[in-house]
């Protein structure tokens, strides 16, 4: 036990837990914004392994990371809309059309990565810049915070702006507002004359670019290189921190944290004598853990509000 405590109370740890909790916090974040908008999000998986291999890609034949970033998360945006699209005005049911992204997603990304460099695993053999990593001033020179804030991926530092944007965004302007009326009651937005549908789109498209940006992380920043298979369940994973965060972006981020911290967990448990697939399904079972615990109480506080 003590060692486990060591193991977590030093600033390696809590480098290593920010640094994971990053594409987690990009896919919760993307959730949100779907959810918010009335979209549902099970298709999240599906778009940042989308979005890992197209900034890959993009990064590769531009020669800029920056290029490789935007691209990447723009073609999330794209996906999203066409999920959209195929829910909203074809009709498709959501929860079919969101597998229907994740299973697409898992054969194209290795088709598209045989085609263009021969091999089925990663993609070392298209080399594409990284996101660089940043001291920040100052704070870098602080024992003990320094190692823990500084030098973290550029895209870190994006995903914490994105968090307060994403507040003022939602909770600040008209077309936030228009957003959370979308996914609470979107016949009142219908009866002021408000298309719905557009601002699913607006709401679909920021989701998207969010999950683009977190699969782009794990391409560009997280490893140097697309694999197959990449973003392993962190999709599945950023829904749950956003139904656990309540859908308040600052909520979000801090049960994120605490999905990364268990990752980060399940990294530096890899060291000691425990079987490695016990280690790695350790993120996996906190998330059925979680899932469950929100959806109990959740289920009592409408019983206690039906009276029953």
Do not use: W
Request: proline share 3%; with cysteine; glycine share 12%.
């Amino acid at each position: 036990m003590s060692n486990i405590f060591s193991m977590i109370f030093n600033p390696d740890f809590l480098f290593t837990a920010i640094r994971v909790t990053t594409p987690i916090l990009f896919a919760a974040l993307a959730c949100m914004m779907f959810y918010k908008g009335g979209v549902d999000a099970i298709g999240t998986e599906g778009i940042m392994l989308l979005s890992s291999l197209a900034g890959v890609i993009a990064g590769h034949y531009t020669k800029s990371f920056v290029l490789g970033v935007i691209l990447g998360g723009l073609f999330g945006s794209f996906i999203s809309i066409v999920y959209v699209i195929l829910t909203n005005v074809l009709r498709s049911n959501d929860i079919l059309a969101g597998v229907a992204v994740n299973t697409f997603a898992n054969g194209i990304t290795v088709f598209i990565l045989l085609l263009l460099t021969g091999e089925k695993g990663s993609s070392q053999n298209l080399p594409s810049p990284v996101v660089p990593n940043i001291n920040i001033p100052i704070i870098k020179d602080i024992p003990i915070l320094g190692d823990i804030i500084s030098g973290h991926s550029l895209l870190t530092y994006v995903a914490v702006l994105f968090v307060i944007l994403s507040f003022i965004f939602l909770y600040k302007t008209a077309k936030g507002l228009q957003i959370r009326s979308a996914g609470l009651n979107y016949k009142a937005l219908e009866s002021v004359g408000i298309d719905v549908l557009k601002v699913r789109y607006l709401s679909a498209g920021i989701a998207g670019f969010f999950a683009g940006l977190g699969g782009v992380f794990m391409s560009m920043s997280y490893i140097n290189n697309f694999t197959r298979g990449m973003v392993a369940g962190r999709g599945f994973i950023g829904m749950a921190a956003e139904g656990m965060g309540r859908g308040n972006p600052f909520g979000v981020a801090a049960s994120s944290l605490l999905f990364g911290a268990v990752d980060a967990l399940s990294i530096q448990l890899q060291g000691m004598n425990i079987p490695a697939r016990l280690i790695q399904s350790i993120p996996y079972i906190m998330t059925i853990v979680v899932i469950s615990l929100y959806s109990y109480i959740n289920k009592k506080n409408i019983e206690r509000k039906e009276g029953k």
